[in-house]
Structure formats: C-alpha cells, structure tokens
C-alpha cells in the first residue's frame, strides 16, 4: 500500500464565497425578489442623491456676504456663513465670546479627559467636572465675577444655549433619576408613594406644558418682587421632566439584576447604600447604556421646545434669521444646517455609547 505524504499547499477560497460580489450576491441578489427589490431600492438612491449633492455641493454657492452673492441655481450657503456667529452664539456680545469659547473649550478638555482610557485622575477629574465646573461656567458664562461685565441670560442663544440645557438637564437627571428608580423599588410606603406619584405626573404630561407652566405660571405664585430668570425655570422643567423617564430606564436595568446580588452583599454585612453603590448599580448602569442614551438623545432634540417661552435656542434663532427681509427664501438652507449640527451631536453620542457597551462587556451580550 502506498501512502502520499505530500503536504497540498493552502488556497485561496473561491472568489464566489468570499469579496464585495459574494457579499452582493448573497445579502442583495440572493434571488429574484431580492434583485427586484435591490434594484429599485438603488434606482430610488440614485434618484434622490444625486440632485441632492447636485443642489448642495456642486451647484451651490459659498462664498459671499449678501443674497446677491447666491447667483447660482443650487444651495446658498452664504446665508450659513453670514450669520454662523449668530447661530452659534445668539446675541452675546460679539467682545465677550470668548468667555463662550473658554467655557467649552474647558469642558471638552474634561469629557476627553474622562473618556480617553489610559489618562490618570479620572476621579479628581470627574469631581472637578460634576462640582466645580458647574461655578466656573457659570462665572464665566453669566459675569459679575472677577471683573467680568454680566450678561443677562436673554441673550443666551443659539448652539450655545442649545448645549447648556442638554448639558445641564442631561447631568441633573441621572441622579435625580437614580434616586426616584431606588424609591420607587423602596419598601417604605411614603418614599415609594412620593417616586410613584412624581414619575406618572411628569411622565403624564408634555414637555412642551412643563415649559409654558414653568415660563408663565409658576411666576403667579411665587410672592411679590420675587423672579426667577426664565432660563433657571425652563433648566428646572426640563431636569424635572427627564429625571421622571431616566427613572424608568434606571429601574429597568434594577430589575433585571439577580435579587442574589442583593443578598448575597447583605449576607457580608453591607448596608443599603453600600449594596447599591457598590453592587447593584454597578451592574445594572452597565446594562442600561443604550437606554440612558436614549434619553440624553431625546433630550437634546427636545431642547428645540424652549422656543415657546422665548429662549431661542439654535433651531430658533435660525428660524429668527429666515424671518429677515435680506435673507427670504432660504429657509431650506438653514434647516439643513440646523438637522446637520443636531445629528452630529446625536450621532457622536451614539456611537459613544456603542464604544462604552463594547469596553464594559461582561458577558451579559449574547
């Protein structure tokens, strides 16, 4: 008997399993429905994506100061650049922004600091940024302070507002909410009645409600000479409002943690809070990032509501601008430029969460 010990030298796999065509073959032409499908869906593409960067890129215009300069059939994106300082800033003073550019630079420094991994300090930095940053903008933002002159906050607007509220409503309603999750799942009849009844009534009624109420009726009620700005009443609204939905998010991700955690953390001693800070919560933040996300996504959209009380945020003051006798008809520009800022943001903190669920995996994904 002869054996062939001859070692047959590795080959590529065949073209048709593996490359852009078999990945085409088997996800759009895998047969003749899909083909049909496929094709009218690239038809539809083409149809539509086209004449779009037709319209904004190649036949549009760039550069200029006034309509006159939009000379061409496509995008006038002269309306963009003649009034990005206004977009960006509403109407603080054009001498002061640069406390504005400060306060954010400030901030993205601190957020890249807590997100880059291998940085040291993350703790003392996330105190500074949850504690003593919050003063800091202020100081800055608002004046009075250390020779600053103040800057009432109805010339707060544009992008900058539109940042602010997220900002501060996105960091005010996770512990808000954190607390109301723990008390509803409380087994003390009143902390448990007191977070039932605050999540219903704010989950019950519109944003767009709380807004008017905070901005028209709550100063009814409050005693002679007394005035709270309209900025802290709408931050007030808004934080109040999201803590009621991050609460459900948070005792979601509670309930979907064991009861032998808790137990078992009870069983060394641990109290209360100890067991939540250190065993539960843990967990179940983990499980919840796509939820709380979520939320803070909703939320800077819903930022754009604040319109109703005369803040004007960013899409506001772009629907001021087109209400300008030397810039009608162009509105079409203005709220692509508004959609784009918004979905850049948006999109950032999604993919943000993604990279966090991917880093903190322990083994809850399937």
Known sequence: MIHNRTVIEARPAPTHTIGPVAWLRANLFSGPINTILSLAAIYLLV???????????????????????????????VFINARIGQFIYGLYPRHEIWRVNVTFGLFAVLIAWLAIPRLPLKRWVAVATLVVFPFVAFAL???????????????????????VLAVVGMVAALPIGTLLALGRRSKMPIVKSFSVIFIEFWRGVPLITVLFMASVMLPL?????????????????????????????????LQAIPRGQEEAAA???????????????????KMMIPGIVNTFISLFKDTTLVMIIGLFDLLGIVQAALSDSRWLGFSVEGYAFAALVFWIFCFSMSRYSQYLERKLHTGHKR
Request: hydrophobic share 50%; glycine share 14%; net charge neutral.
């Open 47 to 77: 149809s539509l994506l086209v004449p779009t960067i037709q319209w904004a890129f190649i036949d549009a215009d760039w550069v200029g100061t006034s309509r006159d300069d939009c000379s061409r059939e496509g995008a006038c994106w």
């Open 221 to 253: 009620f409050l005693p002679t000479g007394m005035n709270v700005d309209r900025l802290v009443r709408a931050l007030i609204g808004i934080t109040l409002f999201q803590s009621a939905y991050m609460a459900e998010v948070i005792r979601g991700g």
């Open 267 to 285: 069983a060394l001693g641990m109290g209360y809070w100890k067991r939540m800070g250190l065993i539960v919560l843990p967990q179940a933040l």
């Open 141 to 163: 933002l608002y004046g009075g302070r250390f020779g600053l002159p103040v800057v009432e906050t109805h010339r707060w607007g544009g992008l900058m507002l539109t940042l």
